[in-house]
């Protein structure tokens, strides 16, 4: 921590966490792309909002979240700190759609989730109030990625949420936010050479030197086979992922609420999470389309928030590691299920360790050159949904929406969610238009449903009988 005047002020600043990092690497090879760590976002309810009360509720929220009233700031070293302001005081913008069409009025929010943020001595997010047709309403909310991430925004949006309804209908009041202060400081104290630290960092050590991973192209063998021919190297098993341009787009696709239900199903019966479901569907999908191959790895999201701190205190927590699994044929669909857990849960207990550091130190070990990767797709299953609470938000119809910022930093990112309205299951695949087609990112959800409910139907059929099947 260190002291730094700003604006008259002597404020406290804190170097970035291992999880902002992340992102600060990524934008930093955007610079013309700034755009690259918003996120948008809207959630509407079907009522006659009082936006007066809606105002008063986001300034309540701005009040309990810290990570809300980040600031940016970098020295005369080029290193970028931290700090939080005391209070947040902007005038909340209000914006009337109610006489668009709707569609036009979702397509003018993507267009300010592409409006990037200053990055330094500014506020890193916007809220407006919004009137939509159909007699909906609620919050257009925007954040840079070094400040919140998924998780932080459901809870942002149901502090507001509960408080509205604790201002208009009486309704019990929400939970005091946990500072995000306390929360980096921990978070800080690990970095500094904790014994936690360095046994995470001795357990990644090992599984870099364990064996050399193999790529598997969400496109199939041909980015794989032609860089082998252009380096003349036919044993090389990483690939240059690396792209000519950041442009990017998301397709959604909506698994209905039936088959939904039975993929959930499935996982309560079996006691695995629905995220270990989703990566063996995943990684056989990429088998597949790899020559049947045995060996791979797919980048998982670890959101870090198990303690009561760390769920509710904001800011960005999640950090990405490779889940790399080698699974024979013979193995069963639940067994290859199991494996998946095992190694989800090994690297649950080591994912504070640093990301950046961790692939630094494996293309080094490797010989990697820069861009060059194992993973050819992300995964993040994100279980949080603004479920309706009895006690605390009436019983009207809401909707949420994701605006996508217009570039992407990885090839393709899948995100699966729930649908506020029946629980149903949404695949959010958002990729770089020059590595992917629309048509492309189809085929491979029709694949991955195939996997998935040829799997759930029997369990003990083999990874090598499904993917002779699908």
Not at 3 to 23: D, S
Not at 151 to 163: G, H
């Amino acid at each position: 921590m260190k002291e730094f005047q700003v604006n008259g002020a002597v404020l406290k600043c804190y170097p970035l966490t291992a999880a902002q990092r992340i992102h600060n690497y990524s934008v930093s090879y955007c610079p013309n792309h700034q755009q690259l760590l918003n996120i948008g976002t809207g959630f509407y309810v079907q009522e006659d909002t009082d936006f007066n009360i809606l105002k008063e509720a986001v300034y309540a929220a701005y009040e309990q979240f810290e990570s809300m009233r980040l600031r940016f700031l970098k020295d005369e070293d080029g290193t970028v700190y931290q700090y939080v302001v005391p209070t947040e005081d902007r005038d909340i913008q209000f914006v009337d759609f109610s006489k668009w069409k709707e569609e036009d009025a979702h397509d003018e929010m993507r267009k300010w989730t592409a409006v990037p943020f200053k990055r330094f001595h500014s506020p890193m997010n916007q809220v407006v109030m919004i009137k939509l047709p159909d007699g909906f309403n609620g919050i257009y909310l925007k954040v840079d990625h070094m400040t919140m991430d998924s998780s932080s925004l459901i809870a942002f949006d149901r502090y507001i949420l509960e408080t509205y309804c604790a201002k208009r209908y009486n309704t019990p009041k929400p939970k005091p936010a946990q500072s995000y202060i306390k929360a980096l400081e921990r978070d800080l104290a690990y970095e500094a050479g904790s014994a936690a630290y360095k046994k995470d960092a001795a357990y990644w050590t090992g599984e870099i030197e364990k064996s050399e991973p193999m790529y598997t192209d969400f496109n199939g063998m041909g980015r794989l086979i032609t860089q082998r021919r252009e380096n003349n190297n036919p044993n090389q098993r990483s690939a240059m992922v690396t792209s000519s341009s950041p442009e990017a787009s998301i397709s959604i696709y909506k698994l209905e609420k039936e088959p939904s239900e039975r993929l959930i199903e499935y996982c309560e019966k079996n006691h695995v999470p629905m995220v270990c479901l989703l990566l063996m569907g995943l990684r056989t999908v990429l088998s597949k389309f790899n020559n049947d191959e045995k060996d791979v790895s797919i980048n998982s999201c670890v959101a870090r928030r198990g303690t009561l701190l760390e769920k509710n205190s904001g800011g960005t927590r999640i950090h990405f590691f490779p889940l790399r699994t080698i699974i024979e044929p013979e193995a069963t669909f639940l067994e290859a299920v199991h494996t998946i857990q095992e190694e989800q849960n090994r690297l649950f207990r080591h994912a504070n360790y640093d990301p950046v550091a961790y692939r630094y130190q494996r293309s080094k070990h490797w010989n990697l050159p820069p861009g060059t990767s194992y993973e050819s797709i992300s995964l993040t299953y994100q279980p949080l949904t603004l479920k309706q609470d009895a006690d605390k938000i009436p019983d009207v119809p809401y909707k949420t929406f994701w605006y996508t910022n217009g570039v992407a930093a990885q090839p393709l990112y899948l995100t699966v969610m729930h649908r506020v309205e029946d629980n149903g299951l949404n695949f959010n695949f958002e990729y770089k238009k020059d590595a992917v087609t629309d048509y492309e990112m189809e085929y491979l959800y029709y694949y991955l449903c195939r996997v998935l409910f040829r799997g759930i139907e029997n369990s003990s059929r083999t990874v090598r009988e499904i993917l002779e099947m699908i």
